[in-house]
């Protein structure tokens, strides 16, 4: 009885527009959902780090070299964020890497593709970080407060993300015969997979409901996918790529492009694990963060050990 | 060699240091112990990196353009990069990783400490610039040698194991040669034979802090600013130079 008039009045305040805040009152289902919602995006941060790590090593200038760096940092800097927004809803950081490592807890199926040549520098800046922004944007509005706030931190430095991308791309196809075919070559393979980031359509998508009751989810998946096709296609054309969708084409009636079908098999398979870098991805982080116990295990004795030697100092 | 040839050659050393480390560095991304420490190194590395496309620019100035700092970075052979063995040492574990960043930014904070005072202005502030970013590695290089050595008993393991491996690395770092002596006397260079007693106390209190002990007096490898270098480098350099290499007519 005294939940459903907590629930009544913890409604009331969403539909008002209020932050929840971590000490305030939350339906369990609420809880659940942000912790799933927000680890995910965390570790997807994190995950990301892979394929353009990939890429640092064999950045072809120093300049390159650095905004990758920078870039590939700036994501880390997000996963921290987002584990701390998490951490606000009392899970630890060590209990959410042990349900990435269990498969409880998923990232984005993006990372699931390869970083095959250098324009796929360009093409994940540009694609996968401008298609995460127009959700990020979306989001800075959601209900839960670190959520929010932590997404808005983060907007700011997407954007530069998404230009340097399209920067990349825009010197590939101003160069040799080769690397347009790499320009190309990444578009190809980082378009489809880019629209699917917003995942499926809204008459499919079984998250949706309560997610937009509490108002954690602003704008349903095909809005914002529509979103990011409609400020995509014509830098694509700009530089003349050409987006690997026959049906693509503008829509004088509803002012948006419209597209072709999108290949929602796929999608589930490399979601159940069956894309070409799932289980290397995975791996990856088991194989370093296992490499890495000795070290945070010394790192937890030495901290006792002068605890134990503060303490022995104060009471001789 | 005449001065221009001279100054040109001391800024590849300097930024040769940079750059070789920084690709190092560069390697460690997304396999950090945990994800603080893989942003560190990566800062790190992005340090390294900035530092050495500064003394790049100026070597390209100084060379009147022939050559971009592009060039000197990636299209040079094996044998005309001038870094310090120790920098291309790879990263055999996170032990090495911190006893490499120990040794050498403890050199470099008293080297480049000196270089401040550079006749030349643009080394000079080249100097000035990095000098905060080593004491911020040197800072965090000893915090992670106190952790490790005085932490359990296979980090102290690890840790003093390390530290005996690359030791015979550090004695190249306070070489003088014909270059090093020029550059002194038109007051441009550091003179590196008095830094030697300050860095090895440096080091010493480290280890002391951490329980480790300083390695015994050994035979010290050097070559590298001869362009002689150990196995690891070629590797590295095929890696980083691939692109470059591989599209001579690219620009990127
Ligand atoms: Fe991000
Ligand atoms: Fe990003």
Partial sequence: ?316 | MNSKEILYNYCLRLGDDALILGQRLSELCSKGPILEEDLAQTNIALDMIGRAQALFNYASEINGGKNTADDIAYRRPEFQYRNHLLVEQPNEDFAHVIARQLYISAFEVLFYGSLENSKDSILASIASKTIKEIKYHLQHASDWTVRLGDGTPESTFKMQRAINNLWMYTGELFEMDSIDDQLLKSGIGVDKSPLIEKWRKQIQATLSEATLTMPEEMFMQSGGKQGVHTEHMGHLLSEMQYLQRAYPDAKW
């Fill in chain 1, 1 to 316: 009885m005294k939940n459903l008039h907590n629930d009544e009045s913890f409604q009331k305040r969403i539909d008002a527009n209020e932050h929840v805040e971590p000490r305030d009152y939350m339906p369990e289902g609420y809880r659940k959902h942000l912790i799933r919602q927000i680890s995910q995006h965390a570790h997807s941060e994190v995950i990301g780090m892979q394929p353009e790590g990939n890429w640092i090593t064999r950045a072809p200038s120093l300049r390159a070299k650095q905004i990758l760096l920078a870039k590939i940092q700036d994501e880390g800097g997000h996963g921290l964020y987002l584990y701390s927004a998490a951490e606000t809803l009392g899970v630890s950081r060590e209990e959410m890497i042990e349900q990435l490592h269990s498969g409880k807890a998923k990232y984005s199926n993006i990372f699931n593709y390869p970083a095959l040549n250098w324009a796929d520098i360009g093409a994940i800046g540009w694609l996968v970080d401008g298609a995460a922004i127009v959700n990020q944007v979306s989001l800075q509005r959601t209900s839960y407060g670190p959520y929010s706030r932590a997404m808005i931190r983060i907007c700011k430095e997407e954007s530069f993300h998404q230009r340097q991308g399209y920067e990349i791309m825009c010197k590939m196809m101003a160069g040799t015969l080769e690397q347009k075919q790499m320009a190309q070559d990444a578009m190809n393979r980082w378009w489809w997979p880019a629209l699917m980031m917003f995942g499926p359509h809204d008459s499919d998508s079984p998250h949706t409901g309560d997610a937009v009751k509490w108002k954690i989810k602003r704008e349903s998946n095909d809005t914002l996918r529509q979103k990011f096709i409609d400020k995509t296609v014509q830098q694509a054309e700009l530089i003349g790529l050409v987006i690997p969708d026959k049906d693509l084409k503008w829509n004088a009636q509803n002012g948006h492009y419209d597209h072709g079908t999108i290949n929602w098999e796929e999608f589930f398979e490399v979601i159940n694990g069956k894309g070409p870098c799932n289980k290397q991805r995975l791996e990856h982080h088991k194989k370093y963060h296992l490499e890495g116990e000795w070290v945070r295990e010394a790192a937890t004795a030495h901290k006792m050990k002068k605890i134990k030697r503060e303490r022995h100092h104060l009471t001789h």
